[in-house]
Nanobody
Framework: QMQLVESGGGLVQAGGSLRLSCTASGRAFGALNMGWFRQAPGKEREFVAA???????TDYADSVKGRFTISKDHALTIDLQMNSLNPDDTAVYYC????????????????????WGQGTQVTVSS
């Protein structure tokens, strides 16, 4: 079984920045598409950003485009640089991973990922 561990969450003022990291360990896979989702209280888990197994393809939710950047440090570690944070970004952020199935795209839906981290809280104060 694979484990995903997130780090880097915390409390920040509106307009500030945070950087989240996620590392996969355990069962070995040849390649992983990885992503970030978030879930605010009383809301469904929503897509934030995703990156392909080789880092060549990225995708972002419209709400974070231009503010967040997803990157892959190496095969099993991704980061999410979050700038210009606002209170609407407050949520638990979850890392996700899935071996690639379709070339040329990255999964952006919750059901497309089997592996999930425990989540890290991000709170943005106004």
């Amino acid at each position: 079984q694979m484990q995903l561990v997130e780090s880097g969450g915390g409390l920040v003022q509106a307009g500030g920045s945070l950087r989240l990291s996620c590392t996969a360990s355990g069962r070995a896979f040849g390649a992983l598409n990885m992503g970030w989702f978030r879930q605010a209280p009383g809301k469904e888990r929503e897509f934030v950003a995703a990156i392909s197994w080789n880092g060549g393809i990225t995708d972002y939710a419209d709400s974070v485009k231009g503010r967040f950047t997803i990157s892959k440090d190496h095969a099993l570690t991704i980061d999410l640089q979050m700038n210009s944070l606002n209170p609407d970004d407050t949520a638990v952020y979850y890392c996700s991973a899935e071996p690639p199935r379709s070339p040329g795209q990255v999964p952006v839906r919750v059901y497309e990922y089997r592996y999930w981290g425990q989540g890290t809280q991000v709170t943005v104060s106004s």
